[in-house]
């Protein structure tokens, strides 16, 4: 079912130096080689997905759905070798992957039903006025139209749902562009076994085979040959914000610069107002832990921060984190890179002056676990260090003590941007919360109240985004049907005739679009 | 009523080593004298913009559409000293400066009306389904908000309409950021002036004073402190390549990297297929030169290209172009610079090897006076030296000669990004049109047919942007209202208790609006 091949369209190809999956709960290789594409490999991808533009691009939305919904069956029928590779390959548990599974298939299916309403489209029309003076005015029509073939990076963190055929993928298919997959070789696996259900879609559909490849590989001269390809218009990265910095210089260095959307680094800071922690300090110490080790904290919205007013509430949270902490069993990371990154992160903030530790986890036993922790400072003493701040992928917060509630604001305002901030309050903070939000609705795509930022919804309002560097866009989301708009341009027709216009702006509105109309919209019946 | 003042905030300053104005068609300067504003008048100014923040971008949209309509009346009531002001350092004529500054005030209404619609707050609510299994969703909400304060840069070439309170400064107060415009130093008196408008205004709305500020200069210095100042979150421009070149890499190269919407170049191909010119070959040569020449070509949408197939047809096209041409008497250009690098940039195309003259304009007689030029090249030539397709800003225009429509469309294909394409067709060209619309499509941001692409609507569905590098973000617009989008981001609020949400997004609709609810636009009445 998976035999380590570059899928270059229809095609399979072997090559470059074989490497091989990691299972980072043993530390054992696996046993298939897989082949490490090349630039030319690259290349001829970049081609083939650049010949595909012209007939994916122009599909009905109908014909666009109905491959988006073919992705999901397919991936849906490897069955189950798909959860198991991804779990041996990952180190993550089956429920966690199944879910996953169910999150990936149901981010096609909703892109799938928000392309046949055709929203997205944003269909505008300004009709001509010959009567204006002093001069007339010309029809004026708008359209997004796809920007043109996207290259895609997959995250270790979720094999299924933000890798091969995620919420980059799925997104820029809904918005009509073929897709370049550099597969992870974190889980090649489970990427080519992705990959093959998105080729057998593509098939099936009778689409050109250039929608779709996978490069797969590990070097970072691959994924610099697919940001500077000049076919690729736009690139999806979720990692490392060493990794989205790299390739937002390649793609800002090219003779004509792309957006690449990285989503890079967060530290998600969760506020605990005064009233939350008298009413339910206790709780909020052991649901904290429970979101923070989580999958071993492997999550780009884990709550890497805790910012609170210092004095005997608190010392109830602390106490309640540090007990449901100490103790807890490490999990398996996903890749030893991550857990050496991860060991060397908590060594660096428990030697931190000013720093203390609250608690750690459990002493690993076996290979490539991250042993939790938890650690306290003044705000002032993390305001004057940034490293502080740095986020440690995994298990790893830092809890940070205010004097005041204009301290807690200061301490917001001089945070970095990030993915999600979170609030835990009761009626008897809505003052403070209320002079806490403008500084916080700057900071992050996600304003929480009551909850954990771990997990994030697939929905038409979801913002799984923010301010530079928690992504290289704060205008847009990698998660939700407002992703599509990163791989959209408008085009504007000016008095060109009817028969030639896009179907989205002909009178006869052949595709029943809600369309905007001399600025007011018109609802599709 | 203009005294060479730095406004920052309301704050009149002098400073710097002072510069005149040139009065481009006698070459005189002006008799006041300008300050250069300082790095730390722009630190000032950003400062009292990020003050500004808060109470700005949360005003009401009524109250912000009615700043930007008392913006509107406050530029009329100058009166005509705004018109001879302008007229003196431009070296424009009256209507044409009268016909602008109609422009300008109606491009302030119409995001006025469209602000008070509130549709571009795309307000967007999935409320939560405590039920659903295996887990409850949380209540999800999505808002635009303005990403903060905005470095605006004016263009020479529309010294109202794309100046100082010009499409770049009206989009980002419609969006609710603050603005510190970098005065251009061609239109130092009329930028002054309108920059006065712009703070009465501000102060009969009763607004911070930091919403709006004026940093005049003629330095680079300048320019590159505004765009590295970390309280500005994005920037428009409007001029050369170079220029908007150099802005990109500073704000590329921030701490926190910035968006600049700048644009910048662009040859704007216009087509000649078969039957237009059978049909009226004569007739289009005449109103080609007559949208070349016009404003001596100081348009971004000036048509620099023309692509046709050569025979007959063609050579009646050009024989009236250059009848139209020759003698054509030149006009003033904005600034000696200006019409320096347009003769050179004519001088170096009547010296390109296979380039040759269809004709030239009268001999200039006076100064910055740039005599009219019209090349001829077969496509061959254009396609293999690309110095032949950069931009020469002024009326200057080079016709290509293709063997086959398949050879237009693999010219257009070679193309760099471009604002329009036009094409002069007939109803017999349909299938020709039909060919070479996708590629023409993936070129530009505005398609005409047998119109002429000088002249840019303020309207809803206009699109005056496109691919790199006639922009640098080919997903915007600097004209109509979809402009505003640049300077917004969305913001997810999850569980917030609806007190604390942003008006938009409370459950009684306070403001009205339209909103996307479990994905249905549901329509405000």
Chains 1, 2 share one sequence.
């Not at 999956?21 to 090349?38: L, M, R």
């Not at 029309?125 to 029509?141: G, N, Q, W």
Request: charged share 20%.
């Amino acid at each position: 079912m998976f035999n380590g091949a570059i899928l270059v369209g229809a095609n399979e190809r072997t090559g470059g130096e074989p490497f091989h999956a990691v299972h980072p709960a043993t530390g054992a290789k696996g046993e298939v080689a897989f082949s490490n594409a090349s630039t030319q490999d690259v290349a001829d991808a970049c081609a083939l997905a650049e010949d595909a533009f012209a007939s994916f691009s122009s599909l009905t939305p109908d014909a666009r759905a109905a491959f988006l919904e073919a992705v999901a069956e397919q991936i849906l029928a490897i069955g189950d070798l798909l959860i198991e590779t991804a779990m041996a390959e990952s180190g993550l548990p089956r429920p966690r992957l199944e879910g996953e599974r169910g999150r990936t298939v149901g981010q096609l299916r909703l892109f799938a039903s928000y392309v046949r309403q055709g929203d997205w489209l944003e269909a505008t029309i300004d009709k001509a006025l010959p009567e204006r003076t002093p001069l007339p005015r010309s029809d004026l029509r708008r359209v997004n139209q796809p920007v043109g073939p996207v290259g895609v990076f997959g995250a270790s963190n979720f094999p299924l749902a933000f890798s091969v055929a995620g919420g980059d993928t799925a997104s820029a298919f809904a918005a009509g562009c073929p897709v370049v997959v550099k597969g992870h070789p974190a889980h090649p696996g489970t990427g080519e076994l992705v990959a093959r259900a998105i080729g057998a879609a593509v098939k099936a559909c009778g689409l050109h085979e250039g929608v779709f490849s996978y490069v797969p590989g590990t070097t970072h001269e691959l994924g610099g040959a697919l940001v500077a390809d000049p076919r690729i218009k736009a690139v999806g990265f979720t990692g490392s914000r060493g990794g989205g910095l790299a390739l937002m210089k390649i793609a800002a260095g090219r003779e004509e610069p792309i957006p690449v959307y990285a989503e890079m680094s967060s530290i998600n800071p969760v506020v605990l107002l005064p009233g939350a922690l008298a009413a339910r300090g206790e709780a909020m110490g052991t649901a904290f832990v429970g979101s923070l080790t989580m999958g071993s904290g492997q999550f780009c919205t884990n709550p890497g921060l805790v910012i609170a007013l210092d004095g005997p509430d608190l010392d109830t949270f602390v106490a309640a984190a540090a007990t449901a902490m100490t103790g807890n069993q490490p999990q398996v990371m996903l890749t030893p890179g991550i857990h050496e990154a991860y060991e060397k992160g908590v060594a660096a903030l428990a030697g931190a002056p000013g720093v203390t530790t609250i608690a750690r986890g459990a002493e690993a036993e076996g290979c490539n676990r991250g042993q939790h922790a938890f650690f306290a400072a003044d705000a002032a003493t993390f305001r004057d260090n940034a490293a502080l701040a740095h986020e440690v992928f995994g298990s790893s917060s830092i809890l940070l003590k205010c004097k005041s509630i204009d301290e807690v604001n200061e301490t917001i305002a001089s945070l970095e941007g990030q993915l999600t901030a979170t609030l835990q309050m009761t009626d008897s903070d809505a003052d403070d919360a209320a002079k806490l939000l403008p500084t916080l609705s700057r900071k992050v795509g996600r304003i929480l109240t009551n909850g954990w930022p771990t997990g994030v919804e697939v929905t038409h309002a979801m913002v799984h985004g923010g301010p530079f560097p928690s992504t290289s866009d704060g205008r847009t989301t990698s998660v939700g049907t407002l992703a599509m708009m990163r791989f959209l341009r408008p085009v504007c027709y000016q008095d060109v005739p009817d028969a030639l216009l896009p179907a989205a702006l002909q009178d006869a509105n052949p595709w029943g679009l809600t369309r905007r109309m001399e600025g007011k919209l018109e609802v599709a019946a």
